[in-house]
């Protein structure tokens, strides 16, 4: 008899635990609280730009082993694009200089021994200072493991980490952005090539996924709230989702892929995150140049990394609290300028058709003190898994960690068997 599996949450950890049950044969129903799936990971048509847009402008690297092999699982790898090379251009708009990092192909991160594709006016010994991150534990800050001053650090290990962390690097966990320069810079250029959903995320990394599930009997719900678990003993015994409710059979599992805030409240007593850090996005209406790169790292600004996309430039800006309350026109004009020294157009241009997102709970707050509130997957009761970007993956929220916990808590659906 098929055993059932019920996902609370469609976002990117829901999904990818879904699709991995459903190709175990497992009859897979997920439930989300929302009218739409992807999360914090979506695109929509927006009426100000008219363009189908992303909430946010996810990157994705060549060596995030888990989203790759979620993507290949529901047959979108190919929608992931970006440059052949690990090659980063970088502009500091309040000088003017323009450099390019060249990570190279090799699994060895060789390229710091040559001056022509490190960062420019840096030295081997630079980088060596950065070796503390390696294995610095999670419980230590970054700004008390490494020099948080100097030209590597403001041209690269900031730009990389606060992009990473969502939140200012010195105050970040070191055991986090250990991680993340392990999986990177230090894994070569074969596991740094940048790559975007360029029809956008819900194309590549969000329909397909729903599709794929349906295709395999799974029931998709949306508007489809969890209110409350009935437990029996040390199980999940019933779903209640208000009008309705669901009984679990002995060897049904129940995957809760849901915010920290819904989750502890299904939970109680469960530890989560309990702050978080906004993100800005900005989105203009404008048809990149066409020597412009597909990903631009910006420096001496407002602006962070500047996306070309077709009839688009879109930006980025992590660590965004201080942005969530300015007016948005003041806003919107203010990268805007950013956006024309970046790419080199002219400083008069008048602003084109433009969108502001502003995702006041993009990520948990990537400190110490945070990170160590994460739970892990295993809950009390032996039916019910946890997944999300903000249980302890090991990363900080991105897609990657996002994919892993889905992972993680499918395997574990697995392992019962």
Known sequence: MQKNAHIIGAGISGLSAAVRLANANYRVHVHEATQQAGGRCRSYFDAATNLTIDNGNHLLLSGNSHALAYARSIGTEAGLVGPKLAQFPFADISTGQRWLLDLGEGKLPLW???????????????????????????????????????????????????????????????????????????????????????????????????????????????????????LAGNAVGELKFGSDTVALGPDDVVVLAVPPRPAASLLPG???????????????????????????????????????????????????????DMPREELALAIWRDVCKAAGLPGDLPLPPWQIVRERRATFEATPEQNALRPGAVTSFKNLFLAGDWTDTGLPATIEGSVRSGDRAADLVLARR
């Open 112 to 230: 710091v021994f040559d001056e022509a594709r490190r960062v420019p006016d840096t030295g081997l010994r630079d980088y060596l200072a950065l070796m503390p991150l390696i294995w610095a534990g999670t419980g230590k800050l970054v700004g008390d493991t490494i020099p948080c001053k100097g030209t590597l650090y403001d041209r690269l290990v900031q730009p990389l980490l606060l992009a990473a962390l969502n939140v200012d690097p010195p105050e970040g966990s070191a055991g986090l952005a250990g991680a993340i320069v392990r999986e990177t810079l230090l894994a070569g250029g074969q596991a740094c090539r940048p790559l975007i959903a360029r029809d956008g995320l819900s194309a590549v990394l969000v329909e397909p996924a729903i599709k794929l599930l349906q295709d395999k009997g799974a029931s998709v719900q949306f508007g489809h709230e969890l209110r409350e678990f009935e």
């Open 270 to 324: 469960l530890k989560t995150p309990t702050k978080f850090r906004a993100i800005v996005n900005a989105h203009f209406r404008y048809d990149p140049p066409k020597d412009a790169a597909a990903i631009l790292g910006v420096v001496g600004g407002l602006v962070e990394w500047l996306f070309a996309f077709p009839q688009r430039l879109s930006v980025t800006i992590s660590n965004g609290d201080r942005l969530v």
